[in-house]
Nanobody, 119 residues
């Protein structure tokens, strides 16, 4: 089992910045990637950014150049630095941990943190 606890959401004006954090606990050594997803009202959950255990990172086109995912292995924490926030960025942001097991992949989720952007 993996437990994920997010923090850092809140309200910000358009153009501002927020930094989200996700602290992992439990079977941390079994995680092979961690991601950030977001879900706005009435929309499907979408992948925002991901980072592998080896440090390889990627992000969605909609946030490239504005959002940066990083990790601190010593703290078992993944971060999402969000700059130049836009009115289309508000959503509940979820931390995700991917754990492979044989031919399957298990997904663990945090409780979500709300991000609100005012124009």
């Amino acid at each position: 089992q993996v437990q994920l606890v997010e923090a850092g959401g809140g309200w910000v004006q358009a153009g501002g910045s927020l930094k989200l954090s996700c602290a992992a606990s439990g079977m941390i050594s079994s995680i092979n990637a961690m991601c950030w997803y977001r879900q706005a009202p009435g929309k499907q959950r979408e992948l925002v950014a991901g980072i592998t255990v080896g440090g390889s990172a990627n992000s969605a086109d909609s946030v490239k150049g504005r959002f940066t995912i990083s990790r601190d292995n010593a703290k078992n924490t993944v971060y999402l630095q969000m700059n130049s926030l836009k009115p289309e960025d508000p959503a509940v942001y979820y931390c995700n941990a991917r754990v492979p097991y044989r031919t399957l992949q298990y997904d663990y989720w945090g409780q979500g943190t709300q991000v609100t952007v005012s124009s």
